[in-house]
């Protein structure tokens, strides 16, 4: 849900304040879920690869609070709501910088860690930016991976018209190099790049009744807000029409209520250097 | 993936000897992702409905050997099985008989604990089963029900062609009545059924090369197999056709080798009733 791409026209899903604010919320709830053991070694210097506007580096800077992060970003604009999120939070330990992965600069073993959140999906070749983030680690270093998978999505009621909306998603950004799935292949993915100790632990988000705040915080301002991001480019692209998308969004909406389910799954691996 | 509908002959999956060595290959792999926070108190009078060929059973009741089981299945041939996985596995914990859920020959208020295990699915009513169950379940007493949810199945390297061959199975079990997909739906269906605390607890199931065992045990031998043994009905229902078929349990299969992931997730609720 970040920008690493060349151009930041190809995000998928805008630079919006809206978008920022969906960004926010759904960092917060899933937090625990995904931040709670990334716990780095007093000392150490972490790159934060990809930090767009710095949901997940406020959480990772204030988690540990003995490193220091550089946190980059190719969007001058998500840098800049990123150091001004850091700074509302009080944090001292994060550096900001505006780059590239594809053009990263720093020397090779500049950094005891690497951490990367939300951003191979976007990325035309994933396998190609491990390999640029492993020349900057230090040997014995560890990189951190957190992708979504929107293929993993399932829900009840059960309805196609939902996932079709889910779909021009999946589909636009595929259009954009992309891929919303990528999820599940982080294992081959950073084992081809060259890593080592590749260990994969799934991150599964399930929401009933009996979990409003997640039904709240992640199906409806999460899941679904980042679904409807996409309304605009996928009526203009002629992916959908208008009734269909309606009824398709009324049914996700349908799965965060009182007779709803809905379900998702993240990743999350960490592989070594040596 | 037991039968506890009127006639043996709508189970899904057959009562071939290759069907029983698949469950119980199944039951091995899964025993302690499922099973192993499955402890009674000593002493509980607990009622296993749908023990089918004793997969579970003999799970349960190693795991709980200061309780007693009734183990009931609709099939007498499947009642028999078990009962002799029972006797090979030396328990002596274990009463078998031969009853049908949706007429229990037990008065009211007959057990401490009620245990439902991959059987719901194949109930054309399952709601209803929930409350006969409920009805032979002591005040203060737990309803344990896991089932699982082809619909939750996602894999890499991604085929359509694999996806078709899930999707008979899904198909004929919903021709014959019951619902492959009701895993993610149970909270409802508690709920609904009158149970009170109901707490579902996702057991998501992920294999990469780093897990032969799991891609031996489950993938291939579990879930492959599963599909796999649709195939005689599926094509004779025309639902696909011997090529396509070929084509996809040879993509499932690609599932489980070296650049293969595999992702399923069970669901298993407990409830109380006061």
């Not at 301002?221 to 996928?234: L, Q």
Request: glycine share 8%.
């Amino acid at each position: 849900m970040k920008d690493m791409t060349k151009t930041t026209r190809e995000y998928v899903h805008g630079y919006s304040e809206r978008e920022h604010r969906r960004l926010r919320d759904q960092s917060q709830t899933l937090a625990g879920l995904l931040h709670n053991d990334t716990i780095y070694p007093a000392g150490s210097h972490v790159l934060e690869a990809g930090c767009g506007v710095g949901a997940q580096t406020v959480i990772l800077a204030k988690n540990n609070p003995q490193s220091h992060f550089t946190s980059i970003d190719v969007s001058p604009a998500s840098v800049n709501a990123a150091q001004a999120a850091a700074a509302r939070a009080g944090l001292t330990n994060v550096t900001f910088q505006t780059a590239d992965i594809f053009n990263l600069p720093f020397s090779g073993a500049s950094f005891n860690h690497v951490f990367v959140c939300f951003v191979l999906e976007h990325l035309k070749q994933p396998g190609e930016a491990l390999r640029r983030l492993k020349s900057v680690l230090k040997l014995g270093g560890t990189l951190t991976v957190i992708e979504g998978d929107h293929g993993s999505t399932f829900f009840h009621p059960r309805s196609d018209a939902a996932w079709r909306t889910i779909q021009c998603l999946i589909d636009l950004q595929a259009a954009a190099g992309g891929d919303a799935l990528i999820g599940r292949r982080l294992f081959p993915l950073l084992r081809d790049a060259g890593f080592r100790d590749v260990t994969v632990s799934p991150r599964f988000v399930y929401v009933d009744a009996s979990r409003p705040a997640w039904g709240d915080g992640f199906t409806h301002n999460t899941y679904i807000a980042m679904v409807e991001g996409v309304r605009e480019p996928a009526l203009a692209a002629g992916l959908i029409d208008q009734p269909a998308w309606e009824k398709g969004i009324a049914d996700l909406k349908a799965s965060a209520g009182p007779d709803g389910i809905f379900c998702y799954t993240f990743f999350k691996a960490v592989a070594m250097i040596t």
